[in-house]
């Protein structure tokens, strides 16, 4: 009797959730003000790391700034202190374990708890399997999902003393779905959405409702690091375009973030169709970038 009760009990709120995600396509969902929150953006002297922290800066944010490149970084700072924030500025390696931890202690020490983390750095070598190069396959899981981990569990405890923050994973389509020529980077974007979507259902099995996450799934964004990105369908995305969805979804703390929105419907059809019909789409698609493919760079 029991069980027949929580199944209907299940569907009501099922039926509930549709109803509820049907109403807010009409009504604007409220959002939540940044001032005075401490944020710290990883790779955040390029791309969408460096217009996020634009975007910070802006509502009034105080950045900690990481990156790899000393010259990108402070770029980034100089201009976020133009527009009035208080900016930190740390060259930091996301590869490396000992130093995202010492670095988070230096964070404290000097700033304060972060309360927002924007995990966005990155690396990508566009190869075919055989000519990747055992360091970048290293590299890549090192940067793209380890270092999430690492950072995570450095901030996380001052977090849940206070139930509150936000944890945003930079993921990316490709963590959904997959692209020939990009097989450690679609691995480690796939470990990328599972961490957050893991860390997400932790956290409410722990109760603190008050640390929010956010997933950031786009297609090709130009950012330069991979070459000469085009595909017929989807668009090749500008950091502009990206970042907006992606602070207008830290703000209505929303979970997964697609940009463009309309890619989470496709993927759904996607899992519905069989492999020959997969296979048609994807030629359809003739997405191309410039790759290693047989130790020799080629459009693919």
Known sequence: MKIILD???????????????????????????????????????????????????????????????????????????????????????????????????????????????????????????LSAKDEEITKTFEVNILGHFWITKALLPSMIRRNHGHIVTVASVCGHGVIPYLIPYCSSKFAAVGFHRALTSELEALGKTGIKTSCLCPVFVNTGFTKNPSTRIWPVLETEEVVRSLIDGILTNKKMIFVPSYINISLAIERFLPERALAAINRVQDIQFEAVIGHKIKMK
């Not at 969408?48 to 910070?56: K, L, S, V």
């Not at 802006?58 to 924030?85: F, M, P, Y």
């Not at 983390?117 to 566009?126: D, E, L, M, W």
């Open 7 to 129: 199944l209907l009990l299940l569907l009501l709120i099922i039926v509930y959730s549709y109803l509820e995600s049907l109403l807010k396509v009409f009504i604007p969902r409220r959002r939540k003000s940044v001032a005075g929150e401490i944020v710290l953006i990883t790779g955040a002297g390029h791309g969408i790391g460096r217009q996020t922290a634009y975007e910070f800066a802006q509502r009034k944010s105080r950045l900690v700034l990481w990156d790899i490149n000393k010259h990108g970084v402070e770029e980034t700072a100089a201009e976020c202190r133009k527009l009035g924030a208080t900016t930190h500025v740390f060259v930091v390696d996301c590869s490396n374990r000992e130093e995202i931890y010492s670095s988070v202690d230096q964070v404290k020490k000097e700033v304060g708890d972060v309360t927002i983390v924007v995990n966005n750095a990155g690396a990508i070598y566009p190869a075919d399997l």
